[in-house]
């Protein structure tokens, strides 16, 4: 149940990653990586899980094929192996619905709608705007980033600029979450206040961590950036 209550912000608008922070479709994205590293004989390290996490498709191929010392391909041999785990993907995400919303976020939503906040969607997927409609939730959102025309994947701030950008806000007018080191990387790159989800440890770049999204609060949240943009200390970890 939604319990925020409105109050004045200099905040006016939100910018989600996709995989791992509205819905866990990032194991769909592993498992997929992982069923095209056994087709190519790479056997994955566990660390590798890490490594993928927000990367964009070419830059995640890139990463697997490393692991598998196979960086020979031809730009041809590497779209056909892309679309290959895309494949895999799409057939496992089909069955996704709105359960798939992970913990917290379908209030967290709600309250920003609530508070008149506006909503992007910052997702190296090429696939966010089929999940979101799987999950209905596609019509909160004012925009999404495509990312097939990006210059540059996460870490690189271009994503979170181009979704700030949709929203017609400046970059001290936006809250982004993330819940991978490179996008909290590209975030901050941006001049945005990082959400950081998971352990505060690995995201300490971040503005403010919380171990998962059921501890995401609206209230929270604009409290610390409304003390960040006061020039207090704005830092805090919950947990």
Do not use: C
Request: net charge neutral; charged share 20%.
């Amino acid at each position: 149940m939604s319990t925020w209550r409105g109050g004045m912000s200099m905040l006016k608008g939100l910018l989600f990653d996709l995989d791992g922070v509205l819905t866990d479709s990032a194991k769909y994205h592993l498992q997929a990586w992982g069923e095209l590293a056994k087709k190519l004989n790479i056997t994955l390290p566990e660390s590798a899980n890490d490594e993928l996490r927000g990367r964009s498709r070419l830059d995640s191929l890139n990463v697997i094929l490393k692991f598998g010392n196979q960086q020979y391909y031809s730009e041809q041999q590497k779209k056909e192996f892309m679309d290959t785990k895309n494949r895999i993907y799409l057939h496992l995400i089909r069955a996704m619905t709105p359960q798939d919303i992970l913990p917290g976020i379908t209030d967290l939503l709600a309250d920003a709608q609530g508070a008149g906040l506006r909503m992007a969607i910052a997702s190296a997927s090429r696939n966010a705007p089929i999940i979101l409609n799987q999950l209905g939730i596609a019509d909160l959102f004012a925009g999404v980033v495509d990312p097939a025309t990006l210059i540059h994947g996460k870490p690189d701030p271009e994503i979170y600029e181009r979704a700030q950008q949709l929203l017609h806000l400046r970059a001290t007018e936006v809250t982004a979450f993330e819940d991978a080191v490179v996008g909290v990387q590209a975030i901050k790159g941006a001049g945005q206040f990082a959400v950081g989800i998971g352990n505060k440890h690995v995201l300490r770049q971040a503005d403010y961590v919380v171990p998962t999204t059921g501890d995401l609060r609206l209230s929270d949240i604009i409290a610390n950036f409304d003390s960040r943009n006061n020039g207090k200390e704005s830092r805090q970890i919950h947990g």
